[in-house]
């Protein structure tokens, strides 16, 4: 059974909740700093902490990162609903190409239009960003053209 979650926009105070949530689940805190009210929360009926997705914005260009689901969590479509928010927020915010990163996903992540691309196809705003430049300098790339 599906355990209902509500999802909202994640708040300066929640700074620290949601970079322990990343560390908890294996994913890199590092840049959350800067993007905190781009990241999407979503808690259970209890309050507890279900999952977390965030974005970067590089003006037409944006960086999903760091989607991650608690493992109580996992397989019920959380994930699923957490990046079709951000890819909702990156159109409202104006981006026309979403990309991402990640070292074991691209399968999950090709499911919601994402392609694997070569680095040096990335927009040149995105490649500046942490997770490229520090983080993830060999995960896989992908971009998704939002319409």
């Not at 991650?68 to 190409?97: D, P």
Request: with cysteine; hydrophobic share 40%; net charge positive.
């Amino acid at each position: 059974m599906t355990v209902q979650a509500h999802y909202r926009t994640a708040t300066d105070p929640e700074l620290q909740r949601v970079k322990r949530f990343l560390k908890e689940n294996g994913l890199p805190e590092l840049g959350v700093d800067q993007w905190v009210k781009n990241f999407v929360v979503a808690k259970d009926q209890n309050g507890f902490w279900v999952g977390v997705a965030g974005l970067e914005l590089y003006e037409k260009s944006g960086l999903l990162r760091s989607v991650a689901v608690a493992k109580r969590f996992r397989g019920q479509g959380y994930g699923r609903i957490l990046v079709e928010s951000v890819v909702g927020n990156a159109k409202a915010h104006g981006v026309k190409t979403l990309y991402l990163l990640t070292d074991d996903a691209a399968s999950y992540f090709e499911r919601f239009g994402f392609q694997v691309v070569d680095r040096k196809d990335i927009d040149e705003a995105v490649k500046g960003s942490v997770e490229f430049t520090e983080i993830c300098q060999s995960a896989t790339a992908m971009r998704r053209v939002i319409s």
